[in-house]
């Protein structure tokens, strides 16, 4: 039970009403378990699909297959998305892949800026989801079940550790696209589920006002605007008097959060103070909607307290022309992800930041034309930064890349990490809803990734 609860519930409203609604009070009593490693979670999400053959994972084997049939073994009773009944050839890694650092990681050619980093790179290539199709399994990554309704992953993270900041939002997503076929995304991504309203991912506009009327209306000021909102505050406090509702809780906090981000929100979105070397070295005009410019801001919003945040690039769902999208897709994404994982690193930054790379899924080694289709049994994902071990992988699959045969990763096994490192045990994380006690990690048998961690 949270202070304003107890006090709610006691009959001290005065003194109740009297407390200010800060990111702190978020925090759910017993967590953090134990002492976190992180302090947020940054993750790059290359919506649609990114396919592992062209990026983190090298097979020669594959290569020297392309173009002949492979074993129909190897697919018998397996699920396909749109391969199903056709002859299935091998399609060999299209681009080069070279040893980077001094772990030697290999790497594809189309993503040198990454490389760069690859001592700092873990490279999981043996995750799998349960989900074939884009949207069921962008919701099985965010919430880690296909069930509608239920909470993301960011939205767990604040319910249990709160956010660093008061003056925005603990929770923050950013949508750039290019390079390819883009799918749709639904908001219900990032949303609370049966959470808590404060908890919820809010999304940025990457172009022009991050966040819609940030700005007063004419002949209003911030402080008639306070006046205002204080005055909706006591009449929503007295009905909470008369309510036991979450729900006013809820609108009493985001009345608040507005009106502090009228002042938050434009001083974040001021990149006069970047250096040239700064916006150089992300390769972008910040503002322009690019995921180059996303990944400046997610720099800023981490630097002024948010918890966790999410990048989404539309522009991964290569089924044909691979060999042409691919690189454009890897283009707008190589540069801007090394210069957030060098600007963090200089700031001191990344030892405190869990940094995610990868896509919803990941892609068949057979071909579909001249590009490749949904492959959920085994795809790669980078994860780098604080409790990390760098210079390594982890997991393995067949040779051809289709099944996992070394130290599956269920994309559950992933958010029971992720939660480890902010010192929050999975097991714990819980809540009451129908009944039944639901968590992020669900009723499987997740497992936190302890071979990756320092």
């Known amino acids: 039970m949270n202070r304003r609860t107890f006090f709610k519930t006691t009959g001290a409203l005065g003194l109740s009403a009297g407390l200010p609604l800060s990111a702190h009070e978020a925090i759910t009593p017993g967590f953090p378990n134990y002492n976190p490693k992180i302090k947020r979670v940054i993750h790059l999400c290359m919506a649609g699909g990114i396919s592992q053959f062209e990026s983190f994972e090298n097979k020669p084997l594959l290569k020297e297959m392309d173009g002949k049939e492979i074993p129909a073994s190897m697919t018998k009773g397996k699920q396909l998305a749109q391969l199903q009944g056709q002859k299935l050839k091998a399609f060999g890694g299209r681009f080069e892949f070279n040893k980077h650092g001094k772990s030697g990681l290999e790497i594809s050619d189309k993503f040198p800026n990454i490389a760069k980093h690859a001592d700092k790179l873990c490279i999981i290539n043996s995750m799998h989801t349960d989900q074939i199709n884009h949207d069921p399994a962008h919701t099985v990554f965010n919430t880690g079940t296909i069930l509608p309704g239920r909470p993301s992953m960011g939205s767990w993270i604040n319910y249990a550790v709160g956010s660093e900041t008061n003056d925005l939002p603990g929770y923050v997503v950013l949508v750039s696209s290019g390079g390819g076929q883009g799918q749709p995304l639904s908001s219900r991504q990032w949303s609370n589920g049966f959470l808590p309203g404060k908890t919820q991912g809010v999304q940025f506009n990457s172009k022009g006002d991050a966040v819609h009327y940030v700005n007063s209306p004419k002949g209003v000021s911030l402080d008639h605007q306070s006046r205002i909102i204080a005055n909706i505050a006591k009449l929503n406090q007295h009905l909470r008097t008369k309510r036991n509702d979450p729900a006013i809780e809820t609108r009493i906090a985001q009345y608040e959060l507005a009106l502090k981000m009228q002042t938050s929100v434009p001083k974040l979105t001021d990149f ?112 780098l930064g604080g409790g990390i071990k760098g210079g390594i992988t982890y997991g393995k699959t067949d040779e051809f890349g289709y099944e996992v045969v070394e130290k599956p990763v269920h994309v559950r096994d992933m958010h029971a990490t992720i939660l480890h490192l902010l010192g929050i045990d999975h097991h714990r994380l819980s809540v009451k809803f129908q009944g039944l006690d639901s968590k992020l990690t669900g009723v499987h048998k997740a497992k936190v990734i302890k071979e990756i961690l320092t």
């Open 272 to 383: 006069s103070k970047e250096s040239k070397a700064t916006i150089d070295m992300y390769g972008c005009k910040p503002g322009d909607g690019s995921y180059a410019s996303n990944c400046l801001m997610a720099r800023k919003l981490a630097e002024n307290g948010v918890r966790f945040i999410q990048l989404y690039h539309r522009g991964w769902d290569h089924h044909n022309n691979i060999n042409g999208a691919f690189p454009n897709a890897a283009k707008l994404t190589d540069q801007a992800t090394a210069a957030l994982i060098s600007d963090l690193d200089q700031r001191g930054m990344l030892e405190d930041t869990l940094i995610i790379f990868g896509g919803e899924f990941g892609r068949t080694p057979m071909a579909q034309g001249t590009g490749r289709d949904h492959h959920m049994s085994a795809f790669s994902h980078v994860v």
